[in-house]
């Protein structure tokens, strides 16, 4: 039996036409003309005035954190289960991360708790939404609107996805995307920053390009590093965007039938197919393993492993990582439904290419596990 990977995308539409176009015409560079119209289009997409296309989307933070003016000792209030690079964009200003339970049920950012952690040093939320769901963004706006704090959306993995039908990525004062493989949209690495606001545009794009200067190209009033994105990513983003909303019906049949064939095991929950104001799109089907089971991800991993079966533990929380902890930052602090979620969750095989065999395949291991 062939092993069944994580993740594989699908790329079968214009990307190869798209690519061959780049190398016909020697644009292969960041001045390419995809890449403005990528950016336009990704933009136009989630309602958004400007997109600026940049390496990855741990980048797409750093550069959201430094448009911002975001500085020592500031604040940023986050989710503890979220992956490092919305952490690291926010402590490499030196800024603090100050951190949120999870929602046991949609794994985001319990919005309830957010209020508490308030200080006279917060200066913005990171709304991060998580593997399918959208965070419940109309207390978040309330709350930022209300403190006057600023709002960095990462919807990294929430393209093609709503909230209330609006589109994610259209409710941080910055908001970001990831195009990694594992994204519904994908340039192999690479990432965007959208906003509505002119000024924080242009310095997003200063930002990307080690802050150049319009009228004296080489003299510097400021510091960045290069963060450009080719021509050639944009040609593949350009094909995988056509397909969005393809993309997201396979993603939404991958998780309804995930959802049909484990529904009656006991010792596992599945992902909420909605809320009150969204769709899962199911970016991952990921799978929480119950607490009376004497099993962790760690364990499921291998056992699906050895059966030729990819998949993923889900995310550690922020304030269990050891550089911080070194660092001395969270010491002492404590998130229950995060930690558990850390422990017990893991997602299976759900990139687009995968096939209705594979899935059950997938589905049949899954069950034999828990048999
Ligand atoms: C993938 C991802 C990122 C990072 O994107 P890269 O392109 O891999 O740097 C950031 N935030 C979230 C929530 C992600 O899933």
Request: some cysteine.
């Given at each position: 039996m062939a092993f069944i990977p994580v993740n594989e995308p699908l790329l079968n539409g214009n990307e190869k036409k798209y690519l061959c176009e780049c190398i016909d015409t020697g644009w292969i560079s960041s001045e390419g003309p995809f890449v403005r119209e990528f950016e336009e289009k990704m933009a136009a997409r989630v309602s958004r005035k400007h997109g600026i296309a940049v390496t990855n989307g741990t980048a797409a933070l750093e550069i959201a954190v430094r448009a911002l003016k975001l500085k020592e000792g500031d604040e940023v209030i986050m989710p503890t289960f979220t992956i490092i690079s919305c952490?690291?964009?926010?402590?490499?200003?030196?800024?603090?991360?100050?951190?949120?339970?999870?929602?046991?049920?949609?794994?985001?950012?319990?919005?309830?708790?957010?209020e508490a952690?308030?200080?006279?040093?917060?200066?913005?939320?990171?709304?991060?939404?998580?593997?399918?769901?959208?965070?419940?963004?109309?207390?978040?706006?309330?709350?930022?609107?209300?403190?006057?704090?600023?709002?960095?959306?990462?919807?990294?993995?929430?393209?093609?996805?709503?909230?209330?039908?609006?589109?994610?990525?259209?409710?941080?004062?910055?908001?970001?995307?990831?195009?990694?493989?594992?994204?519904?949209?994908?340039?192999?690495?690479?990432?965007?920053?959208?906003?509505?606001?002119?000024?924080?545009?242009?310095?997003?794009?200063?930002?990307?390009?080690?802050?150049?200067?319009?009228?004296?190209?080489?003299?510097?009033?400021?510091?960045?590093?290069?963060?450009?994105?080719?021509?050639?990513?944009?040609?593949?983003?350009?094909?995988?965007?056509?397909?969005?909303?393809?993309?997201?019906?396979?993603?939404?049949?991958?998780?309804?039938?995930?959802?049909?064939?484990?529904?009656?095991?006991?010792?596992?929950?599945?992902?909420?197919?909605?809320?009150?104001?969204?769709?899962?799109?199911?970016?991952?089907?990921?799978?929480?393993?119950?607490?009376d089971v004497p099993m962790d991800n760690k364990e499921l991993q291998k056992k699906l492993a050895e059966n030729e079966i990819g998949s993923r533990t889900f995310f550690w929380c922020m304030h269990e990582q050891p550089v911080y902890q070194e660092m001395g930052l969270f010491k002492e602090e404590t998130y229950p439904n995060a930690e558990r979620l850390a422990r017990k969750g893991l997602y299976l095989p759900s990139g687009l290419a995968i096939t209705d065999e594979q899935l059950e395949t997938v589905i049949g291991v899954v069950r034999k596990i828990f048999s």
């Open positions: 952490a690291y964009a926010v402590t490499q200003v030196g800024a603090i991360p100050v951190l949120v339970d999870s929602d046991d049920k949609t794994f985001n950012m319990k919005v309830e708790d957010i952690k308030i200080t006279p040093k917060t200066k913005a939320i990171m709304v991060v939404h998580i593997y399918g769901l959208p965070v419940d963004m109309d207390p978040v706006l309330e709350i930022a609107r209300k403190h006057n704090l600023r709002i960095i959306e990462d919807a990294a993995e929430m393209h093609g996805q709503t909230y209330k039908g609006r589109p994610c990525g259209s409710f941080g004062d910055i908001s970001i995307f990831s195009f990694y493989p594992n994204k519904h949209v994908t340039t192999g690495e690479g990432g965007m920053v959208v906003t509505d606001d002119d000024e924080l545009a242009e310095k997003c794009r200063s930002l990307r390009n080690l802050c150049f200067q319009r009228s004296a190209r080489y003299v510097h009033e400021e510091l960045s590093g290069n963060y450009r994105f080719t021509n050639l990513q944009a040609a593949v983003g350009l094909a995988q965007l056509e397909r969005l909303d393809e993309f997201v019906i396979k993603k939404r049949q991958i998780g309804k039938r995930y959802t049909e064939g484990l529904r009656d095991i006991s010792d596992i929950s599945l992902p909420l197919a909605r809320t009150d104001y969204a769709d899962n799109i199911y970016w991952v089907y990921g799978i929480v393993i119950s607490d």
